[in-house]
């Protein structure tokens, strides 16, 4: 394999004719070089040179002959997907998870480590490194295969400093994550909100594979959403886009961590049902939870409580379904404002099943305006328990194909 196509593979392709065809050929190969100049309309012998660059790097291959409309049967170009890897972080409060894929997706290796509570920012950093080195290492890979590290962090993210501005569940503020990681790795750092990363994740991957306009909301310790809108991932200019969660949904509702009321975040987050859960035992209704924990409420976890209710418990799928009601008001509110083809719904909820998902599509068909309502399929990720670092290193193949930013904004 040349070596042209190394750490510098970024420059390398930052040609936007080069990363025109890359993409053309990702997304329609196996393809023809005649083709390749029909839907890209560049000039036969610029489509001619450039593939030629595609093949000397080894990021491109010919592959099979194709089906010859009369003449000689044209040589087929496909991306060499398994000859280079893409590192995807997810850098939550909790945990920091790393993973290594090849250029189609394919998950390889996963690696994960533990973050202990208010770790300070250079032990939050050597996790975080130890992660993607431990991957890096476990995916057994010649350096040069590897073309990028994406890391979708949760909390208030700048993209194009890769700086993670406040990291709420961390405590952490101003931690330039691209800075460190590039140092360390001399490859290209890619840092981006978790759940805006997320959404890229399901554009390229997912559930919203073809769709141009549609948001991923994530539920989990935190609420939030990705918001694609005609195909680019939108930020808004402080990047807070998405930020859900902190819209009111009940005035008079329950204290919420950015010291407001009701917010979407107060009510449908794991803590807040568990919080629910609580109260309710602390009435004196009668719950399978209260057995299952001897008691000690505070061991009561939201995948309990959609066990609990799998098991028939009246108050756990009370819980589920108040879940899905207070969600399908926060995403009428969405569809309303937004005209989304799609929304998915994404973390430890979507995995509650019909509990939340009935509930919150009652919810949203009485209350959103019929006609983008009507439009708009609701779904739960497909992703699974990868699906942020999925996300994640989706940021640096959307850099890689798309330099000029499409698939961005
Ligand atoms: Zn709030």
Known sequence: MSQSIQTGSF????????????NVIRLHGPISRAEIAKLT???PPTVTNIVAELLESGFVVESELGTSSGGRKPIMLRINSSAFYVVGVYAGAKKIKAVTATLDGQVVRRAEEKVPANPGAEQFLSILVSTVRRVIDETNAPQKS?????????GLVDPRQGLSIFAPNLQLRQVNIR????NEFALPVEVDNDVRALALGES??????????FICVNIGTGVGAGIILDDRLYHGPSFTAGEMGHTTIDIDGPP????????LEALVSGPAMEARAREAIKRGEATLLAEWTAGKVEEITGEMIYRAAQHGDALSVKILEQTGRYLGIGISNLINTLNPLRVIIS???????????ASLQQTVEKRALQTPARECSIVASQLGPDGIAIGAFTLVLNKLFTPAGVGEM
Request: aromatic share 8%; hydrophobic share 35%; net charge positive.
């Open 179 to 182: 800075e460190v990681l590039e």
């Open 146 to 154: 590897f073309l990028g590290i994406g890391v979708g962090m949760h």
């Open 11 to 22: 420059h390398w392709m930052k040609s936007l004719n080069k990363s025109t065809i890359a």
């Open 204 to 213: 390229w991957f997912g559930q919203g594979q073809g769709i141009g306009n």
């Open 347 to 357: 973390g430890g909820v979507s995995r509650a099943g019909d509990f939340v998902m």
């Open 256 to 263: 919420c961590s950015c010291g407001n009321n009701g917010c």
């Open 41 to 43: 309309k560049l000039t």
